[in-house]
């Protein structure tokens, strides 16, 4: 289970559903979360079964297009403007 909220821009109103951490812990495993320039958006990228990972460390690229991407998260500011963002609401995902 993981705790996943919607953030938006307050500069360009950008929206986003994402976590506030650099990981999501599955049960199959870690996911990094990536934004992804080519895709325009947040993508999550398999990292492993390790707890213990460090995603930040990892070179990720996306699962869609192969582009190599970076961890983001939400207190990075707006992928599109670098704008704060702001919680919109919560969101319990299983
Ligand atoms: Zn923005
Ligand atoms: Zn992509």
């Known amino acids: 289970m993981a705790v996943l909220r919607e953030f938006k821009c307050k500069q360009c109103g950008y929206a986003v559903v994402a976590s506030t951490t650099p990981y999501v812990v599955l049960l199959s495993g870690v996911d990094a979360q990536c934004y992804c320039e080519k895709c325009d958006k947040i993508v999550k990228v ?18 869609t297009c192969g582009t190599p991407v970076k961890v ?17 609401e919560s969101i319990i995902h299983f």
């Open 46 to 63: 398999t990292a492993g079964e390790n707890y213990q990972i460090d995603v930040t460390r990892l070179n990720l690229s996306c699962e």
């Open 72 to 88: 983001w998260t939400p207190d990075m500011g707006c992928p599109k403007c670098g704008g704060g963002m702001k919680i919109v």
